[in-house]
Nanobody, 124 residues
């Protein structure tokens, strides 16, 4: 099973940008579709964005469409999330996840492999 480690979170102001990274090990990353989810305190883990194994297709939650960009570099075993025009509503713990099959709409219960998360806080 692939192991995932997220990084790149932090405290930023509204309108700022952040780039999250997810380093994968223990598997051939190109075989896996990958996704980002986020979870705010007291809320469910929500889908943010997903990308197929080849990187040809991407999918986004309506709340981040046009502001976030998901990408991957299979040669570096890495997944990324470029987050622009950040809002306080984007504050959450961000997780990356992977699975051999991407089901849409993507739900957290469909994925078995998770990283530990990286905190993103957007505050004036």
């Amino acid at each position: 099973q692939v192991q995932l480690v997220e990084s790149g979170g932090g405290l930023v102001q509204p309108g700022d940008s952040l780039r999250l990274s997810c380093a994968a090990s223990g598997g051939t990353l190109g075989m896996y579709s990958m996704a980002w989810f986020r979870q705010a305190p007291g809320k469910e883990r929500d889908f943010v964005a997903a990308i197929t194994g080849s990187g040809e297709s991407t999918y986004y939650a309506d709340s981040v469409k046009g502001r976030f960009i998901i990408s991957r570099d299979n040669a570096k075993n890495s997944l990324y999330l470029q987050m622009n025009s950040l809002k306080p509503a984007d504050t959450a713990l961000y997780y990356c996840t992977a699975d051999l099959i991407l089901r849409l709409p993507a739900r957290a219960s469909d994925f078995d492999c998770w990283g530990q998360g990286t905190q993103v806080t957007v505050s004036p």
